[in-house]
């Protein structure tokens, strides 16, 4: 079983950035497609992004353009890019790996804590 911290939330202001960290440990998810997903307060939790093992990338439309995944299996650790931030941005963010890509968070009966994001206007 794979088991994974997410790291490197924070507060920043509309506009700014931050990276995401998504590590791995128990076994490497090498071989898994990871995917974040968000849940800001009193909403559903919803995909964000998401990486095959192949790596290709699939993007929520509100984050095309704005935040990049990427994968170093050398370090067993997903990264999400999040630049141009906005209020809307706002969530605690997590990741989870998947044998496929899968955009729904229903398809997942565990969580990790996730990394909080907030952006100020």
């Known amino acids: 079983q794979v088991h994974v911290v997410e790291s490197g939330g924070g507060l920043v202001q509309a506009g700014g950035s931050l990276r995401l960290s998504c590590a791995a440990s128990g076994r490497t998810f090498t071989t898994y497609a990871v995917g974040w997903f968000r849940q800001a307060p009193g909403k559903e939790r919803e995909f964000v992004a998401a990486?095959?093992?192949?790596?290709?990338?699939y993007y929520a439309d509100s984050v095309k353009g704005r935040f990049t995944i990427s994968r170093d299996n050398a370090k067993n650790t997903v990264y999400l890019q999040m630049n141009s931030l906005k209020p809307e941005d706002t969530a605690v963010y997590y990741c989870?790996?998947?044998?496929?890509?899968?955009?729904?968070?229903?398809?997942?009966?565990?969580w990790g804590q996730g990394t909080q994001v907030t952006v100020s206007s």
């Open positions: 989870n790996p998947s044998g496929i890509v899968t955009t729904r968070a229903t398809d997942f009966g565990v």
């Open positions: 990486i095959s093992w192949g790596q290709s990338t």
